[in-house]
């Protein structure tokens, strides 16, 4: 079964200290997908980074990282000097490709709050 | 290019009403998903399309939610009769097939439609 476990329900960092997000993921599969979405408190889901399972590069996007290791089957999600529009709930997915038929299974979620 | 499209955003009812949300995708994208966002689950997938063909629809709660998909520009998301427990969040979204070797493509959501069945 696939499955994607975000251990941290809730975090609160003070501005401008760094945070990690922690995602586990679970497949047998040896081709699949891993994404970030962001849920802001307006309610959006805004999509925030998509990897496959070929590529173990870590990305960096300004003050966003990211670090896959397939070894542990993890795909966390840093944010350097954190600021207060950070706060959200953020989601890590899974998504396995097998023919065309595939779906995105999302974690439970990590609420995290930026405190001023 | 105009996002997903979710209609009402906000819908309250009375237990035993009919509830219908309704959808448009992503004009090109082959997939379209309902899931459903409550505190207690966070997201679940409720059922999705590829080329408005269901493929699975396992996260359907019960027989009184059901989905549609006339066409490749239209979804709906029937629950009947409506109950208090069904009052969520629920999301639709749209993806793009990439043609194989390629990356899949990210899921676009609309904006929700929060549902609230007294």
């Known amino acids: 079964a696939q499955k994607v476990t975000q251990a941290q329900t809730e975090i609160s960092v003070v501005e401008k200290e760094d945070v990690t997000l922690d995602c586990v993921y679970e497949t047998r599969d040896t081709t699949y997908y891993l994404f970030w979405y962001k849920q802001p408190p307006s309610g959006e889901l805004v999509f925030l980074i998509r990897r496959n399972s070929f590529d173990e590069q870590n990305e960096i996007s300004g003050r966003y990282s990211w670090n896959f290791q397939k070894s542990t089957s993890s795909f966390n999600f840093t944010i350097t000097a954190s600021q207060v529009v950070d706060s959200a709930v953020y989601f890590c997915a899974l998504s396995l490709f097998m023919n065309r038929d595939d779906k995105i299974i999302f974690g439970k979620g990590t609420r995290l709050h930026i405190l001023p | 290019d105009a996002g997903v499209i979710q209609s009402p955003r906000h819908e309250v009812t009375e237990m035993g009403q009919e509830v219908t949300l309704r959808c448009k995708p992503i004009s090109g994208h082959d997939y379209l998903f309902w899931y459903r966002q409550t505190m207690m689950r966070g997201l679940e997938l409720l059922i999705y399309f590829n080329n408005n063909v269901p493929i699975d629809d396992s996260g359907m709660p019960e027989d009184r939610f059901s989905a549609k998909m006339p066409n490749a520009s239209f979804s709906t998301l029937k629950i009947q009769p409506s109950e208090p427990r069904d009052s969520a969040v629920y999301f639709c979204?749209?993806?793009?097939?990439?043609?194989?070797?390629?990356?899949?493509?990210?899921?676009?959501f609309g904006e929700g439609s929060r549902l609230t069945v007294l």
């Open positions: 979204a749209s993806r793009q097939y990439l043609r194989q070797g390629a990356l899949s493509g990210e899921l676009f």
